[in-house]
T-cell receptor, first 111, second 116 residues
Framework: DSGVTQTPKHLITATGQRVTLRCSPR?????VYWYQQSLDQGLQFLIQ???????AKGNILERFSAQQFPDLHSELNLSSLELGDSALYFC??????????FGPGTRLTVL | AQTVTQSQPEMSVQEAETVTLSCTYD???????LFWYKQPPSRQMILVIR??????QNATENRFSVNFQKAAKSFSLKISDSQLGDTAMYFC?????????????FGTGTRLTIIP
């Protein structure tokens, strides 16, 4: 158990819909990262937050957005979902950006 | 931009044997970390071992060790006395220590199967 929690574990939805993935980092970690793992794109960095502020952006679509709240939990919002958005979404946390500890992931299936 | 290459999509080895997974990377930076992550069938990403670029000594964690060749930009993982529980996907990953660029860049992974 890494100490990072993610909810829900599984999510099945239809194209065009909007979903929210939630992540709680390890106690004391200020940085939260979101990654997408899909069959065709592999593991890709989406976005990083540090103590409530966006710190780095990767290959994140405009239909996706994220935020980190004062209690340091983070949410990833995915809207206008397409079939290609089906993937495993990981949240990770770290203190200083070196070792990142991953949550169990949320498996998103878009039908 | 950094890139990480794992040229062995799949490997298999007999239980108790030693196996080495290869990884090369490309970067213009001098200050970074390298990692090996394990992803078993449960899909959980588990940190196996970490290497800091400024350290010449190769990292070791129990049965896992690395061969870090900074000039060659090579970072291989050796698993000794392999066990059935080592069966998993293994990802090599790079992270910069530059402020605002602390994202993990992953290779495509090596699927390792330990044969009983």
């Amino acid at each position: 158990d890494s100490g990072v929690t993610q909810t829900p574990k599984h999510l099945i939805t239809a194209t065009g819909q909007r979903v929210t993935l939630r992540c709680s980092p390890r106690s004391g970690d200020l940085s939260v990262y979101w990654y997408q793992q899909s069959l065709d794109q592999g593991l890709q960095f989406l976005i990083q937050y540090y103590n409530g502020e966006e710190r780095a952006k990767g290959n994140i679509l405009e239909r996706f957005s994220a935020q980190q709240f004062p209690d340091l939990h983070s949410e990833l919002n995915l809207s206008s979902l397409e079939l290609g958005d089906s993937a495993l979404y990981f949240c990770a946390s770290s203190i200083r950006g070196s070792e990142q500890f991953f949550g169990p992931g949320t498996r998103l299936t878009v039908l | 931009a950094q890139t990480v290459t794992q040229s062995q999509p799949e490997m298999s080895v007999q239980e108790a044997e030693t196996v080495t997974l290869s990884c090369t990377y490309d970067t213009s930076e001098n200050n970074y970390y390298l990692f090996w992550y394990k992803q078993p069938p449960s899909r959980q990403m588990i940190l196996v071992i970490r290497q800091e670029a400024y350290k010449q000594q190769n990292a070791t964690e129990n049965r896992f060790s690395v061969n870090f060749q900074k000039a060659a930009k090579s970072f291989s993982l050796k698993i000794s006395d392999s066990q059935l529980g080592d069966t998993a996907m293994y990802f090599c990953a790079f992270i910069s220590r530059v402020f605002g660029n602390e994202k993990l860049t992953f290779g495509t992974g090596t699927r390792l199967t330990i044969i009983p």
